[in-house]
T-cell receptor, first 111, second 116 residues
């Protein structure tokens, strides 16, 4: 599986957009990018995933670079409830094991 | 749907005791997994199952047993608890493991285990 690199922590002002970067320079052509988040002590929660194109849902937007070596998760209007650890994961069609979680980015939304 | 449920929520064991952590899902998912999460760390895969009767080891399987007799249930057994197994245990299920939308994993609320 391709590995990902994320900053350890980030801060964001409440109401502003939170942009969380992820590097996945060894990603292969059939691998998806997934984002999950884990609010304190709870089980991880799926946010969004993408292959090549940018994606948007009710929670967030995912911007994937043209070379697919990096991506950015965007929370358009961060609230205090978005304070969590955000995990960027790469997994592919040839995989037959569950997702592998790294340490993620701890996002703190500040009032 | 209840989703993924786990029992108990909290458990304290003494070294050497055995116990079973329960996990159930009502989404008819073929794939189920167990992870552990130590303080300040990411999730590490213990065991997983790709269907009833089929299980496989993850990154940290030692000291744990699993079986999958039904699609719905995937219990995790600690054979002889050790303080190093103090952790939060999460169970997850998914429709597939093959990438794409079906790969989305749904997690339970976790079991917080302390081994004295």
């Amino acid at each position: 599986d391709a590995k990902t690199t994320q900053p350890t922590s980030m801060d964001c002002a409440e109401g502003r957009a939170a942009n969380l970067p992820c590097n996945h320079s060894t990603i292969s052509g059939n691998e998806y990018v997934y984002w999950y988040r884990q609010i304190h002590s709870q089980g991880p929660q799926y946010i969004i995933h993408g292959l090549k194109n940018n994606e948007t849902n009710e929670m967030a937007s995912l911007i994937i670079t043209e070379d697919r070596k990096s991506s950015t998760l965007i929370l358009p209007h961060a609230t205090l409830r978005d304070t969590a650890v955000y995990y960027c994961i790469v997994d592919g069609l040839s995989g037959n094991t569950p997702l592998v979680f790294g340490k993620g980015t701890r996002l703190s939304v500040i009032a | 749907n209840a989703g993924v449920t786990q029992t108990p929520k909290f458990q304290v064991l003494k070294t050497g005791q055995s116990m079973t952590l329960q996990c159930a899902q009502d989404m008819n998912h073929e794939y189920m997994s167990w992870y552990r999460q130590d303080p300040g760390m990411g999730l590490r895969l213990i065991h997983y199952s790709v269907g009833a009767g089929i299980t496989d080891q993850g990154e940290v399987p030692n000291g744990y047993n699993v079986s999958r007799s039904t699609t719905e249930d995937f219990p995790l057994r600690l054979l002889s608890a050790a303080p190093s197994q103090t952790s939060v245990y999460f169970c997850a299920s998914s429709y597939s493991l093959a990438g794409g939308p079906g790969d989305t994993q749904y997690f339970g609320p976790g079991t917080r285990l302390t081994v004295l």
